[in-house]
T-cell receptor, first 110, second 115 residues
Framework: LAKTTQPISMDSYEGQEVNITCSHN???????ITWYQQFPSQGPRFIIQ???TKVTNEVASLFIPADRKSSTLSLPRVSLSDTAVYYC???????????FGGGTRLMVKP | EPEVTQTPSHQVTQMGQEVILRCVPI?????FYWYRQILGQKVEFLVS????????KSEIFDDQFSVERPDGSNFTLKIRSTKLEDSAMYFC?????????????FGPGTRLTVL
């Protein structure tokens, strides 16, 4: 299982774009990159998943370079409510368990 | 929007007692999971369940733990003899388990406190 490394914490201000980078040097061919968000005392919530290049949804964008050894979650114009822990995960296959690391604790300030 | 529900939201028990945590996954999902999160620590996988049997389990999921899908809607986690170190938030999750997106939907959790 590919190990992921991401910053422990980040600070930002309302209205800014936030980019959280995750490294996964040992990612395998069949692995997907997935990001979850967790608010205090709540279950994790799926944000976005991608395999290569760029994926965008209504919440975020995910940038994956050609070698797939890293990925960047981009949150446009964050608000105070985006304060949460963001987890980068490498997922082998649909249905498989999720292996969470420590995540990145994002603090959005006014 | 359908969601995973869990009961109770908070369970307090004495060490050595049995507890059953209950979950109602999203109705058309095929994969079911239990995770736990000790306060201040990361989310840890316990077990996955598919086609009425365990498909994966972690080292944490020892003989004290069991899961069951007693009917078409509920998914339960039983801890036979609770220990102090079982105190944690327990999350149930479900997923379709197919298609390009492997999205697991998590419930709100049950906070288990073992005294």
């Amino acid at each position: 299982l590919a190990k992921t490394t991401q910053p422990i914490s980040m600070d930002s201000y309302e209205g800014q774009e936030v980019n959280i980078t995750c490294s996964h040097n040992n990612i395998a061919t069949n692995d997907y990159i997935t990001w979850y968000q967790q608010f205090p005392s709540q279950g994790p919530r799926f944000i976005i998943q991608g395999y290569k290049t760029k994926v965008t949804n209504e919440v975020a964008s995910l940038f994956i370079p050609a070698d797939r050894k890293s990925s960047t979650l981009s949150l446009p114009r964050v608000s105070l409510s985006d304060t949460a822990v963001y987890y980068c995960l490498v997922v082998f296959n649909a249905g498989n368990m999720l292996t969470f690391g420590g995540g990145t604790r994002l603090m959005v300030k006014p | 929007e359908p969601e995973v529900t869990q009961t109770p939201s908070h369970q307090v028990t004495q060490m050595g007692q049995e507890v059953i945590l209950r979950c109602v996954p999203i109705s058309n999902h095929l994969y079911f999971y239990w995770y736990r999160q000790i306060l201040g620590q990361k989310v840890e996988f316990l077990v996955s369940f598919y086609n009425n049997e365990i498909s994966e389990k972690s080292e944490i999921f020892d003989d004290q733990f069991s899961v069951e899908r007693p009917d078409g809607s509920n998914f339960t986690l039983k801890i036979r003899s609770t220990k102090l170190e079982d105190s944690a938030m327990y999350f149930c999750a479900s997923g379709r388990g197919s298609g390009a997106i492997n999205e697991q939907f998590f419930g709100p959790g049950t906070r288990l406190t073992v005294l």
